[in-house]
C-alpha cells in the first residue's frame, strides 16, 4: 500500500523559505533526518546559517546556490490583526511578489532547481458553502481567493524556464505547537468553546505531520505538477469540530459565538476566516496514492493532544 512515507529519494539539497516558521520548522528536520541538505532562504540580518534573500527588493539569488528543490513557504500571517488596507496590502505583496521574484531568480540561475513547491491556500474557493470542490474547481470570490490566484500565478516565471511547479492548497493546520489550533484551546478547556455563528460552515483542515508528508511526497513524485489540495480527506463542519474538540478535551462546547461578534471584533478578518469555508477534496493526493496518517478529525486530535 502507498504509504506517506514514500522510499526515501536519493539526499538532495533543497531551499526552504519561511524555514522558521511552524510547517518549515517541522518538514525541514524531516528532511534533514532523512539525509536531505537543507538551506533556508532567509532575510538580510536573520540569525542562523542559510541565504541570504530580500524578496522586497529584487530577484538576485547567489550564482552559488544549489538546489534540487525549493519549498517556498514564507508570507505575511493572514489571522495576525484585523484586516485593514495596509495589512491587506503586507498580506498580498508577502505572497504575490515575494513568489514573482523568488520564481525569477530562480529561473536566472546557471543551474535552477528542477522543482518549485510554492505554498497556497484552500482560500482560492472563497465560501462554497456545502459544495465539493477539488483541483479542478474553479476560484471562488473574496480577498483570500483573489490573493491565492494571483500568488499561484506568481510562479509563472519559474513554470516558464522548466522548472517543475507546484501549487500546494493548504487547509487548516491542526498542530498545538501553533497556528489555529492553540488559540482553540484555551476557551475549550474552561468549557468556554462552541460553534462559531451558524456552525454549519466546513472547515478543510490537515494534521502537520500529514503537511510534512505531503511536501516529501510532491518531492519524491516528480510526476506531478500544478495544484494539490493539501487536506484531509474527511473535512467537518464548524459545529462538528466544536463537538469533536469538546469532546476530546472533556468539556463542554455549546457557548456559541454569534457572527455579528466575529464581525465587531474582527472585522473582514473574522468573516473570512472563521464564517466562511470550504469543503475540500483532496482529489490530486487521492489519484496518487497518498495515505493519511489522520484522515478523522477526532483521531487526529486524539493524536496531537
Known amino acids: 500500500m502507498a504509504s506517506t512515507r514514500p522510499a526515501p529519494a536519493p539526499p538532495q539539497a533543497i531551499a526552504i523559505s519561511g524555514a522558521s516558521g511552524l510547517v518549515g520548522r517541522a518538514l525541514a528536520t524531516a528532511l534533514s533526518s532523512e539525509g536531505h541538505r537543507v538551506v533556508p532562504l532567509v532575510r538580510p540580518g536573520s540569525v542562523g546559517d542559510g541565504v541570504r534573500w530580500n524578496p522586497s527588493e529584487g530577484p ?38 515575494g513568489t514573482r521574484r523568488l520564481a525569477e531568480a530562480l529561473a536566472a540561475l546557471p543551474a535552477p532547481p528542477r522543482t518549485f513547491i510554492v505554498a497556497s491556500a484552500v482560500g482560492i474557493y472563497g465560501d462554497r458553502g456545502d459544495a465539493w470542490v477539488d483541483e479542478d474547481s474553479p476560484p471562488g470570490t473574496g480577498f483570500l481567493a483573489e490573493v491565492c490566484q494571483a500568488w499561484e500565478a506568481a510562479a509563472q516565471p519559474a513554470c516558464s524556464a522548466g522548472i517543475r511547479v507546484v501549487q500546494v492548497r493548504i487547509g487548516v493546520v491542526m498542530s498545538p505547537e501553533g497556528g489555529a489550533l492553540p488559540r482553540l484551546l484555551w476557551p475549550f478547556r474552561l468549557g468556554l468553546g462552541g460553534p462559531v455563528g451558524t456552525g454549519r460552515q466546513y472547515v478543510s483542515w490537515i494534521a502537520l505531520d500529514d503537511l510534512v508528508g ?21 473535512p467537518v463542519t464548524n459545529a462538528d469540530l466544536a463537538r469533536i474538540l469538546g469532546a476530546v478535551l472533556g468539556r463542554p462546547a455549546v457557548l456559541p459565538l454569534p457572527a455579528a461578534a466575529v464581525k465587531l471584533l474582527l472585522g473582514e478578518m473574522g468573516a473570512a476566516l472563521l464564517l466562511s469555508g470550504a469543503l475540500v477534496r483532496p482529489k490530486v493526493l487521492t489519484e496518487a496514492g497518498f495515505v493519511f496518517r489522520h484522515p478523522d478529525l477526532e483521531e487526529a486530535l486524539r493524536a496531537l493532544l
Not at 489571522?79 to 495596509?86: F, L, P
Not at 516528480?222 to 494539490?228: L, R
Open 60 to 97: 538576485a539569488l547567489p550564482d552559488g546556490l544549489v538546489a534540487d528543490a525549493v519549498v517556498h513557504l514564507a508570507g505575511e500571517n493572514i489571522g495576525g490583526g484585523r484586516w485593514t488596507a495596509a495589512r491587506k496590502q503586507r498580506i498580498r505583496d508577502s505572497r504575490v511578489v
Open 214 to 234: 505531503v511536501f516529501r511526497f510532491l518531492l519524491a513524485r516528480t510526476d506531478i505538477a500544478g495544484a494539490v489540495n493539501a487536506v484531509a480527506p474527511h
